[in-house]
């Protein structure tokens, strides 16, 4: 039992990392050349892309809305330097929070509502939802069929996930082994508890979150399943040593042809780190801005645009070598 608990606890730390504190200088975000805001909206679980304790949006009702998905152990304010990225294309965005430690269906279901509402109080058309890790598996269900009231207006909907685990984290295989459960007399079940939550059972390869992950509602007009090539990728470095790798999902576990066998699907892969593909405080997401360019998510970048964009990245990012690096 000691094994399996420190087995458990090396894949939690490792698939989530550590919780970054809040910053006051992360409250707030530029808008870029966003429209003007024409609504204020309190919904529950949605906010700006930020760790602002205020969470009322602020938005165009008429323009499409990117709602963005953090992982576990993220926030909003993971996301406020994507949030930028698209505010400087003119494009809106809110970001879903939840308990990480929440069974992932409660938090599907949870934002599904959240999306619902938002498209009953603006009307806005497409409404993208944006998932990465964890938040991918949330993003995915909550576009299934839930048992939720029919929405008071359904607006187009599209689909993005970012390296979700599609197939089952390996790493918790243990927590999957149901004939274990009696000869543990119940303590592995309950260990598993213990250290995820309530997600423990969804996140597992024998859970039915995964062997059946049902079918897109038909408002979704497409989906975007991004796989990221972890291989040989670090996260912290120094003095040429890494001392931290950004392995965290294999190409195996975010494969389940049950998820990408929709005709509304397209796979794209990216050879990326787990947190570099979505960027942190220090690395910009470059290579995620090229591809959702090329796939249409966000709008592509004004040649007589492209200096001051990259000066933008540099300074959300604080690395000072975006300088001279243009997406492509």
Known sequence: MRIFLATVLIFTLSACGTRAP???????????????ANVTLNIPGLGPCTDNPDRTLRLDAAQPINVLVHGCFGSSGEFRGLAQVLAFHGQQTACFTYDDRDS??????????????LAAQ????????????????????SLTEL?????QHQSELRLVTISGPFDGIASAETCGKKWLYPLTLGLLPASC??????????????????REPGMLIPQVSSYLKIDTDERDSCRREENGRCLENDDVFS?????????ENDARAKRVEVKAGHVEIVGNKRVA?????ATLQQQGVIRATAPDRLSAFNLLL???????????????
């Open 147 to 151: 048992p939720l009231a029919p929405p």
């Open 285 to 289: 997401p470059t290579k995620l801005i």
């Open 104 to 117: 992932l269906t409660h938090s599907a279901t949870d934002l599904r509502s959240a999306v619902d509402q």
């Open 122 to 141: 603006t009307h806005a058309t497409p409404i993208t939802v944006i998932g990465h890790s964890q938040g991918a598996l949330i993003s995915r269900k």
């Open 193 to 210: 508890y213990v250290v995820t939550g309530a997600k423990w059972s969804d996140i597992t390869y024998s859970s039915r979150f995964i």
């Open 314 to 328: 540099a300074r959300i990012y604080q690395d000072e070598g975006l300088k001279d690096r243009t997406p492509r």
């Open 251 to 259: 190409l195996a576990e975010q494969h389940n042809p049950l998820v």
């Open 22 to 36: 809040r910053e006051a200088a992360y409250y707030e975000m530029d808008r870029g050349n966003l429209p003007a």
